[in-house]
């Protein structure tokens, strides 16, 4: 892939209406994506890794299914899946397997710690039912078969960290050239 394929129609994505949005009651979609990236980059994560953060709900822009906090969620439209889906396109497993996992990283935190699910959002409590609510033994046995299992937990809770109104941002751009280093230097 050209370095220009990946950047310009994410930097797209994240300067549309629907990235201004709010994400939770704290922080727009844009917002939570920039703190997100933030987290993993001051965490000394990878490039890959910080890619994967900043870019970990995309999905929700792709498939547009952001619904206002105060209404509830009555379906769960895999937006990790769809996002993963997406960025397959210029990304290899070390960016796409913790976008696609996030999801059922908060299940397996829930499951195998009790205390953490009184760390989450409002929002991600309630998607967190129609998302299969916490893990059984058995899944959590599953999920850790996957050998980007670590990658997907440091992930979420740089994403459940990422909902803070007080935080200065940079602009998306700012993140271009990483963004189109680790896709350019994705084997094709
Ligand atoms: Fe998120």
Redesign the pocket.
């Known amino acids: 892939m050209s370095e220009s394929e990946a950047g310009e129609p994410i930097l797209a994505l994240y300067s549309s209406a629907a990235s201004h949005r709010l994400?939770d009651e704290q922080v727009t979609e844009l917002e939570?994506?920039l703190q997100?990236g933030l987290l993993a980059d001051e965490a000394g994560a990878p490039p890959e890794l910080i890619v994967a953060a900043l870019l970990?709900?995309i999905g929700?822009l792709v498939v547009n299914d952001l619904v206002p906090i105060d209404q509830p969620l009555t379906s769960d439209a895999r937006h990790e899946e769809a996002g993963a889906r997406y960025l397959r396109q210029w990304f290899d497993p070390r960016v796409c397997a913790p976008v696609a996992l996030?999801v059922a990283a908060k299940r397996y935190l829930c499951g195998v710690d009790e205390s953490y699910r009184a760390t989450l959002s409002a929002s991600?409590v309630r998607s967190l039912e129609v998302q299969g609510g916490p893990m059984s033994t058995p899944e959590q046995v599953r999920f850790r078969s996957n050998e980007r299992w670590r990658d997907a937990v440091a992930l979420?809770l740089w994403?459940?960290g990422?909902?803070r109104a007080d935080m200065s941002l940079p602009s998306f751009d700012e993140w271009l050239p990483l963004i189109n280093h680790v896709a350019s230097s994705t084997p094709g």
């Open positions: 994400y939570h994506a997100a970990h709900d929700h996030h991600s979420r994403d459940d990422a909902k």
